[in-house]
């Protein structure tokens, strides 16, 4: 148990977050795609974890999360599964891994789980894909649904501006969000939203609620680990908050250490064999 700060480890399940809201106890999730960040997530305590399709962004620099693959995910997936003692770890399905067919959709599922280890996949949409969502819940796997700015879609989006401002989008919103809980997802994103909005869909629904620019009365909050960390340079959207600037700290390092090496001054005598 060295590391943990947190000395509840009994595992957290998707019935735990449904039991979560019943209870008025906030949900915790941040971003991960590596073992070493998903050990001190982890240890810290959070409730879940979300290897995202953000990755592609993260880890890879691609200017949005359309080329990640279904085995890129798999990868970072089944590091983040490795570290992990407590958290519920949830992949996203990458885009088309889901959308071109029902049996596709399975296959890719059932093949994500097998081989990662994680313990849900999340997936954005809604109405259009709550039958294919019902038919993984009704095979033995926990889904998230995922609503308002949902990333797959920037191109039809034409950006990342808020989403469902207007009248007859957050009815659609609403509906979707039902159509997800019926569907049996026990939690859903609501990703840049207006706040009001995302308050009537958290009193609509009996699955858990996950907000990232939604407000405060969701039924939890999630964000990328590099964005709230200060890893991520240039990105300082309205709903985040930074926790802590080490991408400074860690320029600060490196400058530190490159000193040393050209002064002769690393590593030293007692550093030496």
Not at 32 to 54: E, K, P, Q, R
Not at 108 to 120: L, P, S, W
Not at 230 to 251: H, I, S
């Amino acid at each position: 148990m060295a590391g943990y700060l947190n000395t509840d480890i009994k595992k957290v399940t998707a019935n735990k977050f449904v039991a979560m809201k019943r209870q008025g106890e906030k949900i915790s999730m941040l971003t991960a795609y590596d073992f070493t960040t998903a050990t001190i997530l982890d240890g810290a305590g959070v409730d879940g974890i979300l290897v995202g399709d953000s990755a592609s962004n993260v880890m890879a620099g691609n200017a949005n999360t359309l080329p990640i693959t279904v085995d890129e995910m798999i990868y970072h997936a089944r590091s983040v599964a490795r570290a992990v003692r407590r958290a519920l770890v949830v992949c996203d399905m990458p885009f088309g891994s889901y959308q071109v067919s029902k049996d596709m959709a399975v296959a890719n599922a059932v093949r994500i789980m097998k081989e990662t280890g994680v313990d849900a996949l999340k997936m954005e949409g809604g109405k259009e894909i709550a039958d294919i969502i019902k038919h993984l819940v009704d095979i033995g796997i926990p889904v998230i649904g995922h609503l308002g700015l949902t990333p797959q879609s920037v191109h039809k989006f034409g950006g990342y501006g808020v989403r469902a401002q207007e009248t007859a989008e957050a009815e659609k919103l609403i509906a979707d969000a039902v159509a997800l809980d019926e569907a049996g997802c026990f939690a859903i994103t609501l990703e840049k939203v207006p706040a009001a909005l995302a308050t009537e869909v958290t009193k609509r629904v009996s699955c858990a609620t996950i907000g990232i620019g939604a407000g405060n009365a969701t039924d939890g909050q999630i964000l990328v680990y590099a964005d709230m960390l200060g890893l991520t340079q240039g990105f300082k959207p309205k709903f985040l908050r930074q926790y802590a600037n080490l991408g400074k700290e860690m320029t600060d390092a490196v400058q530190a250490y490159i000193t040393d090496v050209k002064a002769s001054a690393f590593p030293s005598a007692e550093e030496s064999y």
